[in-house]
């Protein structure tokens, strides 16, 4: 378990017990009160909270991660980075083939694996990316080539298109590289693995 219990005479004595051991500061703290004792006349009085920090939510992922790889006996090394509280998540292996998939699609597999147990391990919706020897930016930059050639034809003939289905993160990759072109928008539509991209000829729509 991720969380950890601590307990005191106040909710303030408990947090500051929870930050020495942590070495964190009370913001950096998440906290539950679980169950607070009025005591007798105010003797025995206690409060007990379970607390975890961003730092107990990255060493899980990287400790799930490591023991799949331990488990399907595979070489990897884990390094994650924290972004705002989103969970960066690079992963270097030989085995990248079997990770990544066709398409990307076992990738995809393993990081909503990943996600849903950090989520359930914390109470709460956890964010992540995880990339495998680099493969999500190669896929950025060749999926925004790609969409910006598109867009320009779009602009060009005034007839929007459609793109294939894309996971979210290359949505919105593909959304940020179209931002800045005039004359054109972009929409997602679809649900679930058919989510796509329109490319939408828009005139009048300037950058500045």
Excluded: W
Excluded at 99 to 118: D, E, M, P, T, Y
Aim: contains cysteine.
């Amino acid at each position: 378990m991720a969380f950890e219990k601590f307990s005191g005479k106040t909710l303030e004595e408990a947090l500051n017990l929870a930050c020495q051991s942590k070495g964190v500061s009370q913001d950096e703290l998440h906290y539950t009160v679980l169950e607070e004792k009025s005591g007798f006349l105010g003797i025995g009085k206690q409060v007990d909270i379970e607390v975890y920090c961003e730092k107990d939510v990255e060493a899980f992922i990287k400790d799930y991660i490591q023991n799949y790889f331990d488990n399907a006996e595979l070489d990897g090394t884990v390094e994650i980075q924290n972004d705002h509280g989103f969970y960066r998540v690079s992963v270097n292996t030989n085995n990248n083939a079997i990770l990544i998939g066709k398409a990307g699609r076992s990738l995809q597999a393993f990081n909503r694996l990943v996600k849903v147990a950090a989520s359930a391990e914390f109470k709460k919706k956890i964010g992540l990316l995880i990339d495998v020897n680099g493969y999500k930016e190669e896929r950025y930059e060749k999926l925004c080539r790609m969409a910006v050639r598109v867009a320009k034809d779009v602009r060009r003939t005034k007839i929007d298109a459609s793109l294939d289905p894309m996971t979210a993160d290359e949505r919105k990759a593909v959304h940020n590289a179209l931002a800045d072109l005039d004359n054109i928008s972009t929409h997602s539509e679809g649900e679930g693995d058919r989510r796509h991209i329109n490319i939408l000829y828009t005139p009048g729509k300037e950058v500045e």
